[in-house]
């Protein structure tokens, strides 16, 4: 068993680099430096060779002929003896001087590279620099500020192991999988048999974004992609939820697709179910921030795979006040999202609205029509100006032309403005008609038996709401 983890480890010697050995080093390194780089004793050798031509004046003079001229040059000689050793020590601060400044930037371009080796590798913030200074020190250097990390979550929830019960009701099966901000389980309603799932982060995280998707999930519940919260509360030190299972996430059946990329119906059905999910997530107020598909999912099992749900809403925030208002946006809130997918605004450090949702969702509909992204690859600015430069006829060259409109659409919208939902969903379903394509088409990840399925389903339901009406 570790008492650490490797991370852990890894910073630990960081530290100790950095308050023990570091200073060694810088302190021979600057010592080479100046000895090679410096004039040592520039304003001593001035001074000394002052001293030397009166010592040599002196020794012309007789003192019992020219007393007086003696006398003189005996106090001059006085003075610049005293001056010479004021230049020895003016000598030797300057040297520390010298040396301390190559230290001092020796020592912050080290913290600089170990910090962007820590985040790049681990994740993680510096353990010397507290959270009130390493939050600015982030900014400045654009690192996004990360407190935990994936591995510290798994290891702070691996007591919930296979059997044990959750609240008495809910049997814990297996671990899914685990994030920045908790871990996900499959389990048992004990009750119902019914397979479900829970997702659990630890009770004494100071900002929980677990709460928040709760909070998320009850404003939505009802709507037709988001998934159902059956109960939450704590329980082993836990803050959980129990929401029902799904599928797998787009990402990955877009990556078990033999080019990576997915067939024109596929996406377009996607896309426009993912639309209509974030419509619902902004008429309740908030914004999701984060839109890819990594947070797009299938339903599980058989009858719900051909419906997109979204999920992940821990970067979610609240566009209106309790109005129902557009907030003041604020000055520079800091980056929030996934850079690649993220919005001009986003990079930008602006606050973000329902149109920076809409770019996301967008570039998510590019990458799944393509396989990759124009700046895929690319860092900071050079992926900021790829974003500014790609335009209206290059979005033709990826998608339908019925997206031009829908780009148009998105390039007249500011932070304030609504999207026009209607008219973006609309166009998206001309193209799919223009293209001849039908919606009881299979999906890219279904067989054909995975489609009369769903047909029987839809008929089965149909005829169930049929009889409803007919007994109301």
């Known amino acids: 068993m570790e008492l650490v983890s490797n991370s852990e480890a890894f910073e630990i010697f960081l530290v100790y680099f950095l308050l023990t050995i570091a200073p060694h080093l810088m302190n021979n390194a600057t010592k080479a430096i100046s000895y090679f780089c410096l004039n040592r004793n520039k304003y001593a050798n001035i001074k000394k060779k002052k001293v030397d031509e009166l010592y040599d004046k002196l020794k012309g003079i007789n003192i019992m002929q020219q007393f007086a001229e003696h006398s003189r040059m005996t106090r001059q000689l006085?003075?610049?003896?005293?001056?010479?050793?004021?230049?020895?020590?003016?000598?030797?601060f300057r040297v520390l001087k010298f040396r301390f400044g190559i230290a001092f930037a020796f020592y912050i371009i080290m913290v600089v590279i170990i910090c962007w080796i820590l985040y790049n590798y681990y994740g993680r913030a510096i353990l010397i620099f507290p959270k009130i200074w390493f939050g600015p020190f982030n900014r400045v250097l654009s690192f996004p500020a990360v407190s935990d990390t994936a591995e510290e979550e798994s290891d702070?929830?691996?007591?919930?192991?296979?059997?044990?019960?959750?609240?008495?009701?809910?049997?814990?099966?297996?671990?899914?999988g685990s994030g920045n901000f908790g871990a996900v389980y499959k389990c048992e309603d004990q009750s119902t048999k019914e397979i479900v799932a829970v997702k659990a982060e630890d009770a004494n995280r100071d900002e929980s974004a677990l709460a928040l998707e709760i909070h998320i999930l009850k404003l939505l519940q009802g709507g037709k992609h988001i998934c159902q919260l059956y109960s939450y509360g704590t329980c082993f030190g836990l803050r959980f939820m129990i929401i029902s299972l799904l599928g797998?996430?787009?990402?990955?059946?877009?990556?078990e697709t033999p080019d990576g990329q997915f067939?024109?119906?596929?996406?377009?059905?996607i896309s426009v179910q993912s639309l209509h999910a974030l419509e619902a997530l902004h008429?309740?107020?908030?914004?999701?921030?984060?839109?890819?598909?990594?947070?797009?999912?299938i339903g599980y099992g058989e009858v719900e795979q051909r419906r997109i749900y979204l999920i992940d809403f821990g970067l979610a925030k609240r566009y209106t006040d309790e109005n129902g208002n557009v907030r003041q946006p604020r000055r520079k809130p800091g980056f929030r999202g996934t850079s690649t997918y993220a919005s001009i605004s986003a990079h930008k450090q602006k606050e973000l609205g329902r149109v920076d949702d809409l770019w996301s969702w967008l570039y998510t509909t590019m990458e799944m029509a393509s396989g990759h992204l124009p700046w895929n690859g690319l860092k900071k600015k050079k992926l900021l100006e790829a974003k500014i430069t790609f335009g209206v006829e290059d979005i033709?060259?990826?998608?339908?032309?019925?997206?031009?409109?829908?780009?148009l659409h998105l390039l007249s919208l500011t932070y304030y403005?609504?999207?026009?939902?209607?008219?973006?969903?609309?166009?998206?379903q001309n193209a799919f008609k223009r293209l001849g394509y039908c919606k009881s088409d299979p999906y890219d990840w279904e067989t054909a038996a995975d489609v009369k399925q769903s047909e029987l389903n839809t008929e089965s339901e149909v005829n169930r709401d049929e009889e409803k009406q007919l007994l109301s």
């Not at 797998?248 to 990556?255: A, G, N, R």
């Open 417 to 428: 403005d609504c999207p026009n939902y209607d008219f973006i969903s609309k166009m998206i």
């Open 156 to 176: 702070s929830l691996s007591f919930l192991e296979e059997g044990m019960l959750l609240k008495d009701q809910w049997l814990i099966l297996e671990k899914l």
């Open 283 to 297: 008429s309740v107020g908030y914004v999701h921030r984060d839109v890819k598909t990594d947070n797009l999912t």
């Open 396 to 407: 033709c060259h990826v998608l339908p032309i019925e997206f031009k409109e829908i780009f």
């Open 263 to 269: 067939s024109i119906s596929t996406y377009l059905r």
């Open 78 to 92: 006085s003075i610049a003896k005293r001056n010479y050793d004021k230049a020895i020590i003016d000598d030797k």
């Open 248 to 255: 797998k996430s787009v990402w990955e059946l877009q990556t």
